[in-house]
């Protein structure tokens, strides 16, 4: 009985179209809010109410933050550009305690470089891509793996799943699904590879699927890319 949930916020990463698409068919709205330890912890709010109309975006800088989408060079971005979160504001850390190299790299004039890539619709909601370090830059194009899981997200004929990017000769990066079966027996890997189609342009689809037992996940419940890297890694080396 969700008679008396007026709305949700919801925060820690991207959240896929089929997780909130329940809610709000059923008129609660979910909201996000975007931040991290160094932002303490909040820079950017989709309010609930703000949702229905916004519905993937994690809104505009909060109370008294500034955020910017700038290119590699740290130069602004026209609105619809992917570009990397700088964020400033007086909730935003000073420095690294005790790694003066660490705080060099990532604050820039009192901007955080908060190293996730997003862009921003035409009136200045903005919206999270991806992961930079996660980004898969195959043949020049960058694929962002969130994209990719939004559409496993509406499946059920596996567990769970995420996608990397994984080193390839031609290419020089392919993105991969790695998977947790539902079952006993994993299903046949073109079932899964035949999710995108005519969902995503064919250089976003992934090369191949991978299963493993679990996924590595923090205490947050985020999957940890890296070590999903590594263990797929090891997996090619075994075989």
């Known amino acids: 009985d969700l008679s008396s949930l007026r709305g949700l916020m919801a925060g820690s990463s991207t959240i896929p179209d089929a997780t909130t698409r329940p809610f709000f068919e059923r008129g609660i709205p979910v909201g996000q809010v975007y931040g991290s330890t ?4 909040t820079a950017i709010v989709l309010k609930a109410g703000q949702a229905f109309n916004h519905r993937g975006s ?5 109370t008294l933050c500034e955020v910017r989408i700038v290119d590699d060079n740290g130069a602004d ?5 992917p570009g990397e979160l700088w964020v400033r504001g007086p909730n935003i850390l000073q420095e690294y305690w005790e790694n003066p190299e660490a705080t060099t790299e990532s604050i820039t004039d009192g901007w955080f470089h908060t190293g996730d890539i997003g862009h921003t619709d035409a009136d200045g909601w903005i919206y999270v891509d991806d992961r930079k370090k996660d980004v898969v830059i195959s043949g020049g ?18 567990r769970e799943a995420t996608v990397v ?17 539902a079952g006993e027996v994993p299903v046949d890997d073109q079932a899964v590879l035949d999710l995108f189609e005519g ?6 689809h992934p090369q191949k699927v991978m299963w493993v037992d679990e996924l590595p996940r923090n205490v947050m419940g985020k999957v940890l890319k890296h070590e999903v890297r590594d263990l797929i890694a090891g997996m090619g080396e075994e075989g």
């Not at 994690?58 to 909060?62: L, N, T, V």
């Not at 194009?141 to 596996?158: K, Q, R, T, W």
């Not at 969902?199 to 976003?204: D, G, I, P, S, V």
């Open 199 to 204: 969902r995503l342009a064919r250089f976003k």
């Open 77 to 81: 971005v026209q609105a619809g550009t």
């Open 141 to 158: 194009e960058n694929i962002y793996p969130a994209e990719l899981e939004h559409v496993l997200a509406e499946s059920d004929i596996f």
């Open 165 to 181: 990017g994984q080193p390839d000769q031609r290419w020089g990066e392919v993105p991969v699904v790695v998977a947790v079966a």
């Open 38 to 41: 160094e932002t303490a912890p």
């Open 58 to 62: 994690c809104g505009k800088p909060s």
